[in-house]
């Protein structure tokens, strides 16, 4: 069966530090995969999606940016963060665009 | 054109109850329509889902009812109770642009409380 694992769980970061955050599929091959951010628990906001290694679409323009260097692994990044980067960040994959999304735990960013 | 309005913001129902969540869209190239169910803390997981050739659809207490002339789908949860208590999101699925995937937009969540 297929699992998707995020890291770390959650995070407390000062504002202008770098950011990585990783998220890894398993029990599958080639899935797409996605980054969402969650605010005050509410609206999942698309902010990147990724349909292959190196291919990486943005939604939309900030602060942030994402990597796929291998099929199953898809990381988040800042060179530097802001308070308003804080939120919860969701990971997910689907097999097809049109199949199902499955998210991951999450990651809790808190900016200070 | 691209948003899904979800309402009501938060609902409290007793247990035993129904609990009934709304859903309406404009544009009519989104073609699948999920629910998913969020548990504070945790990411959200897929309850049930529905096509726009089907009116409705039911799994165990949970049933999604679409109205393709109107735009509109809900969600209605049967015997409510307390175990439900959680975040439920609709979302529909756009079909890919030229150049581009599609994508999931997500309605902005109901928070339920179900009430022993």
């Known amino acids: 069966s297929q699992t998707i694992h995020q890291w770390p769980a959650t995070l407390v970061q000062p504002v202008g530090s770098p950011l990585s955050l990783e998220c890894t599929v398993e029990?599958?091959?080639?899935?797409?995969l996605y980054w969402y951010r969650q605010a005050a628990g509410r609206g999942l906001q698309l902010l990147f999606y990724s349909v292959g290694i190196g291919q990486i679409s943005s939604e939309v323009p900030q602060n942030l940016s994402a990597s796929r260097p291998q099929d199953r692994q898809f990381i988040l990044s800042s060179k530097k963060l802001l308070l308003s980067d804080s939120g919860f960040y969701l990971c997910?994959?689907?097999?097809?665009?049109?199949?199902?999304?499955?998210f991951g735990p999450g990651t809790r960013l808190t900016v200070l | 054109q691209q948003q899904v309005k979800q309402s009501p913001q938060s609902l409290i129902v007793q247990k035993g109850g129904i609990s009934i969540i709304n859903c309406a869209y404009e544009n009519t190239a989104f073609d699948y329509f999920p629910w998913y169910q969020q548990f504070p803390g945790k990411g959200p997981a897929l309850l049930i889902a529905i096509r726009p050739d089907v009116s409705e659809k039911k799994e165990g207490r949970f049933t999604i009812s679409f109205n393709k002339s109107a735009k509109q789908f809900s969600l209605h949860i049967m015997d409510s109770q307390p175990g439900d208590s959680a975040t439920y999101f609709c979302?529909?699925?756009?079909?890919?642009?030229?150049?581009?995937?599609?994508?999931?937009?997500f309605g902005q969540g109901t928070e339920l409380s179900v009430k022993p």
């Open positions: 029990g599958t091959s080639n899935p797409n």
């Open positions: 979302a529909a699925w756009m079909l890919p642009m030229p150049n581009q995937g599609g994508k999931l937009i």
């Open positions: 997910a994959w689907s097999l097809g665009f049109t199949d199902t999304q499955y």
